[in-house]
């Protein structure tokens, strides 16, 4: 069997046992808890889910809430391929678990499009959230532009990464394990930056902590970043921390770094 079947197999049953759901409330308890001056009042927010994928749970979270949520993303197209039947019976199955409305699934206000060249108005949204999904933009600085054009002045962005530099960062590892314990045979932790092993099977760009936040500094008031998951700190011996010395131990064991940021008020004045 293959790494790929293996992890399949393994992330069906994850689905099936609540512990994908599991995870996707705890990014959103994250996500509640930075924001919660503005996700806690009663007004319905306007918000965007960047790069929503297949399963869009964050999506259909913020929308049983009551927020009028629009989602954008590469795969946002209606067809009747058998992978998007499993997709769809995927998505009940996390609305099942996350006990979630059927209205919650409703997809009118998914677009399909590229997250560099936003198809809305100036100032249209009070949030965007993106889970996952600025490793694989490979023009970030557009889209952090974008961000800023689409967002209403004192808007924010939740965004929470998928560190290149992370274990598992390279995508070329086993996608089921969350976070990632063990590798497979005669496979070296850090491969991806150690010794380059390819493929990697998305786009990826590669980025650093360091250059997302100056990416967002550029347009953007900064509120907090911190890193919401790790892992392979058991993996990091004092050889390979030696090795990778230009690396710091918080960007090599952090899964999920998160960005809170903020549009001023005034509109402010994004650096060009
Ligand atoms: C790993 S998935 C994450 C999806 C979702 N946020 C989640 O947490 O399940 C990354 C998504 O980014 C989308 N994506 C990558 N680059 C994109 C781009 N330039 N424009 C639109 N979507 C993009 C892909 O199609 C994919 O659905």
Not at 95 to 117: E, F, N
Not at 213 to 224: P, S, T, V
Request: with cysteine; net charge neutral.
């Amino acid at each position: 069997m293959t790494q790929y079947t293996t992890d399949y197999i393994r992330y069906t049953w994850q689905m099936i046992n609540g512990f994908r759901a599991e995870h996707e409330k705890s990014l959103a308890n994250f996500r509640q808890r930075d924001l919660s001056h503005i996700l806690n009042g009663a007004r319905s927010l306007q918000i965007l889910d960047l790069a929503n994928g297949r399963l869009r749970p964050q999506f259909a979270i913020l929308k049983s809430a009551g927020h009028q949520i629009y989602g954008i993303d590469f795969i946002n197209r209606p067809t009747t391929s058998p992978t998007n039947i499993a997709y769809g019976v995927a998505r009940q199955m996390y609305r099942w678990k996350l006990q979630l409305p059927q209205s919650a699934m409703t997809d009118d206000k998914l677009l399909c499009g590229d997250v560099g060249i936003l198809p809305f108005k100036d100032d249209s949204f009070d949030l965007i959230t993106s889970i996952a999904a600025f490793e694989h933009f490979l023009d970030v600085s557009s889209v952090v532009k974008e961000l800023y054009r689409v967002l209403k002045p004192g808007g924010m962005v939740w965004a929470c990464i998928h560190l290149f530099t992370a274990p598992s960062g390279g995508h070329n590892l086993s996608f089921a394990q969350l976070p990632l314990r063990t590798l497979p045979k005669g496979v070296e932790p850090w491969d991806h930056l150690r010794q380059r092993r390819l493929p990697f099977h998305v786009p990826l760009n590669e980025w650093r902590k360091a250059q997302y936040i100056a990416a967002f500094q550029h347009h953007f008031e900064i509120l907090n970043d911190y890193c919401a998951l790790r892992e392979g700190e058991h993996l990091l011996t004092p050889a390979i921390e030696k090795e990778l010395g230009q690396y710091t131990r918080d960007e090599l064991t952090c899964w999920a770094y998160v960005i809170v940021a903020r549009k001023p008020a005034d509109g402010g004045a994004s650096v060009e």
